[in-house]
């Protein structure tokens, strides 16, 4: 068993961190290429969603890896505060929607209390952090927190966190656009209303919507792998900043 899994990770979900921190690092890259440069190539979105969610569980691991969660925690307040204004230039947000480094931010002080449990705060350290994302916009905002939450209570079960992300990931995308096509495609038949395969195909395409394709993520969670990859810790920790100012400032030169 790894330390990873001694410490509270099931030995088997995937907690292969170097691999995990690069797939989320070149997926957000894309993501955020599409919306910068190419909004109307749905493929570079689709990929981005991978992202997020793994993010999400490079917290919960991160978390159960650490020597003090309270140091990580403010490393991830000390990225947000520096990426915020080449988050708001980049991505054309205003100064009051916070990046998404407060939405990881919120979920680990909820999980860490929900381990500590000082004076109850395993039940209101994630009621307030949730609340504190409802009420101030920032990226993927109480959703992003709750699914940490969610991975947190999963995190000793494959098929509990492969359950909460099918769920989770048909709730999210109910309220997304429909991915119709992909790479020139039609990927979703046309059927006439009340013809027979018409329910049965509606049913299967329902993860075919924009945010539900964060589903393309689990099998990275789930796939055990043992790569050995390394990111420096310069670059785990200034890529996010580091590649808003970079879109932003190609973004200037190309006009």
């Not at 099998?219 to 970079?246: D, E, K, Q, S």
Request: one cysteine or more; a positive charge; glycine letters at 10%.
């Amino acid at each position: 068993m790894t330390a990873a899994a001694d410490r509270g990770i099931s030995k088997h979900l995937n907690a292969d961190a170097g691999l995990i921190r690069v797939v989320a690092m070149v997926t957000m890259l894309i993501d955020h290429i599409g919306v910068v440069f190419l909004p109307g190539v749905p493929e570079l979105r689709v990929i981005g969603r991978i992202a997020f969610p793994l993010f999400c569980w490079g917290i919960v691991t991160g978390f159960e890896r650490t020597r003090s969660w309270p140091r990580y925690a403010l490393r991830l307040l000390l990225i947000g505060l520096v990426s915020q204004p080449f988050y708001m230039l980049a991505l054309n947000h205003r100064i009051s929607e916070f990046n998404v480094m407060a939405t990881l931010l919120l979920g680990l002080l909820a999980i860490a209390g929900m381990r500590e449990r000082w004076w109850g705060s395993h039940i209101w350290a994630p009621l307030l952090c949730l609340a504190l994302a409802a009420m101030q916009p920032m990226d993927y905002g109480w959703r992003g927190v709750l699914l940490i939450i969610l991975m947190y209570l999963a995190r000793r079960s494959a098929g509990g966190l492969a359950a909460l992300m099918v769920a989770f990931c048909l709730y999210w995308g109910s309220g997304s656009s429909e991915v119709v096509r992909l790479f020139g495609l039609r990927i979703k038949p046309e059927l006439a209303v009340g013809t027979p395969l018409y329910a049965v195909v509606g049913m299967a395409f329902s993860m075919m919507r924009l945010q539900s394709l964060a589903i393309l993520s689990l099998p990275f969670m789930l796939c055990r792998t043992n790569t050995g990859i390394r990111v420096p810790r310069w670059l785990a920790y200034g890529m996010y900043p580091g590649h808003l100012l970079l879109l932003w400032l190609l973004h200037m030169a190309i006009g």
